[in-house]
């Protein structure tokens, strides 16, 4: 199947600093992009999205940026908490092999460090 | 509140055993998946169905099949268990394109 993601595997920050987490998409078709967040043992929950219409989508602390001309997806974390260690994924939604759904990265672990 | 319900949290079963993981959704929605996610593979699309009755082969049938009798229900059937099956199974749903999914918490599943 398709791949997302040319994740650094894991990103550690210091509490109250910004996270940048990156994610790179392979179909200049993909119109739709959405961040999740997996806890630990847990399902991954949405974060935000962003349309292919758009360059860049502000949330509660979170910031998406879409570069469509180098195919990259950026997660901003202002002022980054304990609660948000986890592993975030990138997945953009396209038409592939098996039908129009998304697709997913591999994912970043973030660890923050109090 | 939207929810995606997996029956089992953790289960362990015996190689050649018949498993039956099942998937239930509130929210009236039309699409449903499922994935397993292993370390440094992400998610991978094992089957889909778009609405009752249908089923789709996604990236990695192989092993698996699936039933979808109810619109809230989709049940994912490993025929005969293997040891390679041994990962963490996620159950998805949403509304229809281009909608984002929800997913469930997941199923941890051994295979011994």
């Known amino acids: 199947g398709e791949s997302v993601g040319l994740h650094l595997p894991t990103l550690s920050v210091q509490e109250g600093d910004n996270s940048i987490i990156n994610c790179a998409y392979s179909?200049?078709?993909?119109?739709?992009f959405i961040w999740y967040k997996q806890e630990s043992g847990k399902g991954p929950q949405f974060i935000i999205d962003?349309?292919?219409?758009?360059d860049k989508r502000q949330g509660q602390r979170v910031t998406v940026l879409l570069n469509k001309t180098v195919k990259h997806l950026s997660l901003q974390i202002a002022a980054t908490q304990p609660g948000d260690s986890a592993v975030y994924f990138c997945?953009?939604?396209?038409?592939?092999?098996?039908?129009?759904?998304?697709?997913f990265g591999t994912g970043t672990s973030l660890t923050v460090i109090p | 509140d939207v929810k995606v319900t997996q029956s089992s949290r953790y289960l362990v079963k015996r190689t050649g055993e018949k498993v039956f993981l099942e998937c239930v959704q509130d929210?009236?929605?039309?699409?449903m998946f499922w994935y397993r996610q292993d370390p440094g593979l992400g998610l991978r699309l094992i089957y889909f169905?778009?609405?009752?009755?249908?089923?789709e082969k996604g990236d990695i049938p192989e092993g698996y099949s699936v039933s979808r009798e109810k619109k809230e229900r989709f049940s994912l059937i490993l025929e005969s268990a293997s040891t390679n099956q041994t990962s963490m199974y996620l159950c998805?749903?949403?509304?229809?394109?281009?909608?984002?999914?929800?997913f469930g918490s997941g199923t941890r599943l051994t295979v011994v």
């Open positions: 998805a749903s949403r509304t229809g394109y281009p909608y984002g999914y929800t």
């Open positions: 179909n200049s078709a993909s119109d739709y």
């Open positions: 962003i349309r292919s219409n758009m």
């Open positions: 997945a953009e939604n396209m038409v592939g092999n098996t039908g129009n759904q998304f697709y």
């Open positions: 929210m009236d929605h039309e699409n």
């Open positions: 169905s778009y609405d009752v009755k249908m089923k």
